[in-house]
């Protein structure tokens, strides 16, 4: 076999030389990627993305709230500006050295701890330097910001040189794989003039909002630009075309620095189209100004969108209560419109499974109008027949069976009402509640028949719905998931509940009757299972008995059947979890990843009265969140973090609802068995106890917004004042001490109580003011 080179042209003008040649295997080439990585491996560390090198790369998420274009920000300053999409990468260049990120040690920060604006910080040799992203405008009609600030921190004169690289690099690495491709993401014309930068046949613009020294564009052919930045020698031209795609190009700006003195840089990009949102600010001066405006603007904003429910803690409750905040604005920004999606990459979807349980924490935290605009896009997606779609994109509606969604659409929909109390929003949804109750019923008959009531290896199927795959863990083979039969009995129950409220007399007979069947069946099949399969815990599916804690959760919460769940199987599946959960913790067990879907089984744990293993819980799950100041976590968490493994998305906001729905519980939950309000039990000693206590303002519940606060009035007494508009519940309000010693005595509005036991006190007046004493001699007034 033989190679001709034909030479055509020498790009720098200096002849032609070859200094190695090197037969590759056929792995260097199958992908683009593969390429990429090969070429990466031959290089010095940094000059390519870190996933290039082999290993993971984190990232969050920039963009405003419903829109459909979000940027990406990773954990080194590179941002994507759009769904698989170039980035843009920073360098800097000082005392002859280029830096990387692999130059420095990368810290990642949030404004003020919690708003969706990221920061990127690198530190070296006196050097300071951040990248913050932001994004401004409406669903439609927004805009990508980015502010590079460099700062000579040393006492002497010293140059310093910014490059920014716009580069055919997605930040999403490529084994995100699913629905899409990360990775490489071609470049194939890049062109500047103006301050402007053209991608691809003007397609996509980055506007250098403060004019560069130059810009430099090369070809793949030309060499890499990072070569070029290594030499301090950038090419001349300014636009480049690439048909192999991998073009790439440089900002530069090069100063004189004083001891102290800091330099800004401004870019914007449009997320919709190639104009921008107002005319660009001619100087550089007007730039800084108008784009630190916009920046304290997006801030405001999103500190006024997100203060609706407020948590004040001490500094060890800081983290939780800055991550509900993180995670809901996260939630925000992943919708499409009105449509809620667990990610904006990989999970770019709308599954009613997601959406409904994401809809649960929205309103616990006090977003009504989301919710509301989330069930009227969605609805109209049920088919004729009264099945409700498991997931609906831009294609319409997955075809796919999967039998909870049936149910999780009615509890949507009464969970709505619950925090709203709107009947005539109710009213408008009772055609769809009729049709998926009509359409669980068609699917329970088929389990109804003969050959379930008979045959006795059958038995455990009766009358529950047929197998489906909505569980995950059951997607290569479709099971009798009790995952989907609680989802079923939750909607039933709550199509009850609606019929009633709205005097469809008929309708609420009907499903109070096919309710009551319903769990006399879904009880039977439990306990034929454990008999079966000879286990002592609530199995995940009839055809496996298997061990499945994370679903099981539902059961409890958002199930509501705590008090009708078989014992001692319930308690047995909560500590053999959490005997489990101790043994991944400390290492005692060998693990390679995790889902943090785990997060439901903190919720759960208080309700089941383990306050202090739920704190134990948070706190590992917490550590899943990387990077930690960003708040939020992927879908998948892996034991050694720089895995090159699929994650899932990030933020994967299907998790944040799941956290915010534990989180809340820690300070209230609705117990549906008796219709109480429970507060408090979550609550953990050392917060309680603290200089500081705990206040909660503005939560909303199903019985209305819930204030109060708690701290301790020497060392014998707790002080817990209640406030807001609260209507005692027919169960009363079931109120938590959160410290291990016993109550002595309990006083509600300056009168003692005898209404409760070594840990909680029952309530049955709203507002209140009660003291909880702990002395063995409590004195009560």
């Avoid at 509005?749 to 840990?759: K, L, S």
Wanted: hydrophobic content about 40%; overall charge negative.
């Amino acid at each position: 076999r033989y190679l001709r080179l034909t030479l055509e042209r020498s790009s720098r003008g200096r002849g032609y030389g070859i200094r190695r040649l090197q037969v590759q295997s056929y792995e260097f080439s199958t992908s683009i990627n593969r390429f990429f990585e090969a070429v990466a491996r031959d290089v010095r560390r940094g000059l390519y993305p870190r996933y290039l090198q082999g290993e993971q790369s984190y990232w969050t998420l920039i963009g405003v709230s419903g829109d459909s274009k979000e940027a990406l920000m990773n954990q080194d300053g590179a941002l994507e500006v759009d769904k698989g999409g170039f980035s843009i990468e920073p360098f800097l260049f000082a005392d002859g050295q280029l830096l990387s990120w692999a130059d420095v040690n990368p810290v990642q920060e949030l404004a003020d701890g919690y708003l969706p604006i990221p920061t990127v910080r690198w530190e070296r040799d006196q050097i300071g330097f951040t990248v913050t992203a932001f994004a401004s405008g409406k669903p439609g009609q927004s805009e990508l910001h980015a502010r590079y600030r460099l700062e000579n921190r040393s006492g002497q004169n010293r140059h310093l040189t910014l490059f920014l690289a716009v580069r055919p690099f997605q930040v999403n690495p490529p084994w995100q794989s699913l629905n899409m491709m990360g990775g490489v993401s071609p470049i194939r014309r890049l062109e500047y003039a103006d301050r402007a930068i053209w991608v691809n046949d003007r397609s996509k613009v980055v506007f250098a909002l403060t004019a560069p020294d130059r810009f430099s564009a090369a070809a793949f052919d030309h060499g890499l630009i990072t070569d070029f930045l290594l030499d301090d020698k950038l090419p001349e031209r300014t636009a480049v075309d690439d048909p192999l795609g991998h073009a790439s190009g440089v900002l530069e700006y090069g100063w004189d620095f004083k001891p102290g003195e800091a330099r800004e840089v401004f870019l914007r990009v449009p997320f919709h189209g190639t104009e921008s949102l107002g005319a660009l600010p001619p100087t550089d001066a007007d730039a800084a100004v108008l784009e630190n405006q916009l920046l304290a603007k997006a801030q405001s904003d999103w500190e006024t969108r997100l203060d609706r429910v407020k948590l004040e803690l001490p500094p060890s409750g800081k983290k939780l209560a800055d991550s509900i905040k993180s995670n809901l604005a996260y939630i925000l920004i992943n919708r499409n419109g009105p449509a809620i999606q667990p990610g904006s990459r990989t999970y770019a979807r709308s599954w009613i499974r997601d959406g409904a349980l994401t809809s649960a924490a929205l309103l616990s935290m006090g977003y009504t109008d989301e919710v509301r605009q989330f069930l009227l896009w969605f609805t109209p997606y049920q088919q004729p027949d009264g099945k409700v779609p498991c997931c609906v994109d831009q294609r319409g509606a997955d075809p796919v069976p999967e039998h909870d969604s049936h149910g999780q659409l009615i509890y949507a929909i009464m969970e709505y009402y619950r925090y709203t109390r709107d009947v005539g929003f109710l009213r408008e949804m009772w055609p769809f509640v009729v049709k998926a109750v009509d359409y669980i019923d068609f699917l329970r008959q088929q389990r109804l028949t003969d050959a379930y009531r008979t045959d006795p290896t059958n038995i455990a199927y009766l009358g529950l719905v047929p197998e489906s795959i909505s569980h995950e863990g059951y997607s290569s083979h479709p099971r009798h998931s009790y995952w989907d039969n609680f989802f079923i009995l939750r909607g039933l129950k709550d199509a009850a509940d609606i019929a009633v409220i709205l005097g469809e007399d008929q309708p609420a007979q009907r499903f109070a009757s096919l309710r009551d069947a319903f769990r006399k069946d879904l009880y039977a099949s439990i306990r034929a299972t454990l008999k079966t399969h000879q286990i002592d815990f609530i199995p995940g599916a009839v055809e496996l008995g298997d061990f499945d804690p994370t679903s099981t959760t539902v059961a409890v919460d958002p199930g509501g059947e705590l008090g009708r769940l078989p014992q001692p199987a319930l308690d047995r599946t909560f500590e053999r979890y959490f005997d489990q959960f101790r043994q991944r913790r400390d290492g005692q067990e060998d693990w390679q990843a995790y889902t943090p879907y785990e997060l439901r089984a903190v919720g759960t744990l208080i309700r089941l009265g383990f306050r202090e293993k739920a704190q134990e819980a948070l706190a590992f799950f917490f550590e899943g969140q990387r990077p930690a100041a960003w708040n939020h976590w992927a879908e998948v968490v892996w034991r050694d973090p720089k895995a090159p493994r699929f994650i899932g998305d990030m933020p994967h906001t299907w998790v944040g609802s799941d956290f915010i729905r534990s989180a809340r519980s820690l300070f209230a939950y609705e117990r549906e068995a008796d219709q109480a309000l429970v507060i408090g039990a979550g609550i953990p000693a050392a917060w309680a106890t603290s200089p500081e206590g705990v206040a909660v303002k503005r939560l909303p519940t199903w019985h209305g917004t819930l204030n109060y606060r708690m701290g301790m009035d020497g060392p014998d007494l707790l002080r817990v004042q209640l406030s807001g508009d609260i209507t005692v519940p027919p169960g009363r309000i079931i109120l938590h001490s959160p410290l291990d010693r016993p109550l002595q005595a309990v006083q509600l509005n300056g009168r003692p109580v005898t209404t409760f036991t070594d840990h909680t006190a029952t309530l049955d007046q709203f507002p209140a003011e009660v003291e909880f004493h702990y002395g063995a001699k409590a004195a009560v007034r």
